[in-house]
């Protein structure tokens, strides 16, 4: 299981890299370094800023369900459920910000906006593949279970 | 198993996009000359791309391969593991090309876009690639439990 291991580190950077995006937004809003007017000027930063902290608690949850795995085994009732949880977040956000940004998007040529599309639905395959390894990982527990009665 | 049937249907709509893509480049790729003109193809990025874009399809049609083994003979079943492993390893490969590609970019500043690319879809892909393969170890752990299972009976 060292791709556990690996998957697991990659989940805990992307947990510290969004602390620190959150706290320096944070921070740059109620400080006058850059202005007063510099947040504002987005209307959407607080959207963003929602989608982002429940991207944050999304990858939480997946961090949570891995180390589960790493503790007790893949096929344990936990790590299902938090990888699910996760799982289901990622995709409700997938799909949101790809309606908004399709709906923001000036077509045929917004080359930034067709990036971030691409990234929205990476970002729905990412809650469905973990969504299908909780389903795995369900399915592993029953047949654990069997297999431990029948011991 | 609804989830697996979901996923198998956006790994084929996904194989279809990329079937379609491989049947433009080969046989309008004189079309394309002429509508965008020589230029285009003369770009290093361009054929850069296209090999990436092709090691990422095999990386997809064996992962619809592993998903369809998998809704046939049940999730632990070694074809699919395999297939599946197989397409997170293409995954990883191609991922942690585009980061070289890509860190090259930023270094030279190249390409504007190089350091968004760097921190989304390339990070994006390897994250894909790694879960792939922990989802294909999964099922390889299954299957064991399953033989122990099977022998008890």
Same mark, same amino acid.
């Given at each position: 299981?060292?791709?556990?291991?690996?998957?697991?580190?990659?989940?805990?950077?992307?947990?510290?890299?969004?602390?620190?995006?959150?706290?320096?937004?944070?921070?740059?809003?109620?400080?006058?370094?850059?202005?007063?007017?510099?947040?504002?000027?987005?209307?959407?930063?607080?959207?963003?800023?929602?989608?982002?902290?429940?991207?944050?608690?999304?990858?939480? =949850?997946?961090?949570?369900?891995?180390?589960?795995?790493?503790?007790?085994?893949?096929?344990?009732?936990?790590?299902?459920?938090?990888?699910?949880?996760?799982?289901?977040?990622?995709?409700?956000?997938?799909?949101?910000?790809?309606?908004?940004?399709?709906?923001?998007?000036?077509?045929?040529?917004?080359?930034?906006?067709?990036?971030?599309?691409?990234?929205?639905?990476?970002?729905?395959?990412?809650? =469905?593949?973990?969504?299908?390894?909780?389903?795995?990982?369900?399915?592993?527990?029953?047949?654990?279970?069997?297999?431990?009665?029948?011991? | 198993?609804?989830?697996?049937?979901?996923?198998?249907?956006?790994?084929?709509?996904?194989?279809?996009?990329?079937?379609?893509?491989?049947?433009?480049?080969?046989?309008?790729?004189?079309?394309?000359?002429?509508?965008?003109?020589?230029?285009?193809?003369?770009?290093?990025?361009?054929?850069?791309?296209?090999?990436?874009?092709?090691?990422?399809?095999?990386?997809?049609?064996?992962?619809?391969?592993?998903?369809?083994?998998?809704?046939?003979?049940?999730?632990?079943?070694?074809?699919?593991?395999?297939?599946?492993?197989?397409?997170?390893?293409?995954?990883?490969?191609?991922?942690?090309?585009?980061?070289?590609?890509?860190?090259?970019?930023?270094?030279?500043?190249?390409?504007?876009?190089?350091?968004?690319?760097?921190?989304?879809?390339?990070?994006?892909?390897?994250?894909?690639?790694?879960?792939?393969?922990?989802?294909?170890?999964?099922?390889?752990?299954?299957?064991?439990?399953?033989?122990?299972?099977?022998?008890?009976?």
């Amino acid at each position: 299981m060292r791709n556990l291991k690996i998957l697991f580190g990659f989940t805990i950077f992307v947990i510290i890299a969004f602390m620190i995006q959150i706290a320096t937004i944070t921070y740059y809003y109620f400080s006058d370094s850059v202005g007063p007017n510099y947040p504002d000027s987005d209307p959407k930063l607080w959207f963003v800023q929602f989608l982002m902290s429940v991207i944050f608690i999304g990858v939480c =949850f997946i961090s949570k369900g891995l180390h589960n795995t790493i503790q007790k085994g893949p096929f344990e009732k936990t790590s299902g459920l938090n990888l699910k949880i996760g799982g289901m977040l990622l995709l409700i956000i997938g799909v949101i910000s790809f309606g908004n940004d399709l709906l923001s998007a000036k077509l045929p040529h917004d080359e930034t906006n067709m990036a971030l599309l691409v990234l929205d639905i990476m970002l729905m395959i990412v809650g =469905f593949g973990a969504l299908f390894t909780a389903d795995v990982l369900k399915s592993g527990i029953i047949l654990q279970q069997e297999n431990d009665l029948t011991i | 198993m609804k989830i697996l049937k979901i996923l198998f249907a956006i790994s084929i709509l996904t194989s279809i996009y990329c079937i379609a893509d491989l049947i433009f480049l080969a046989f309008f790729f004189e079309e394309m000359k002429t509508l965008l003109g020589n230029g285009f193809t003369s770009d290093d990025s361009f054929w850069f791309d296209r090999s990436i874009g092709f090691v990422n399809s095999i990386g997809v049609f064996s992962i619809t391969l592993g998903l369809w083994n998998a809704i046939k003979t049940g999730p632990y079943e070694k074809k699919a593991s395999t297939f599946i492993y197989i397409g997170g390893i293409l995954f990883i490969l191609s991922s942690l090309i585009l980061i070289c590609y890509d860190l090259i970019s930023v270094i030279h500043l190249s390409n504007p876009y190089s350091f968004a690319n760097l921190m989304t879809t390339d990070f994006m892909l390897l994250v894909l690639g790694i879960g792939t393969i922990f989802t294909a170890d999964v099922l390889k752990k299954g299957i064991v439990l399953k033989q122990d299972n099977d022998l008890t009976i």
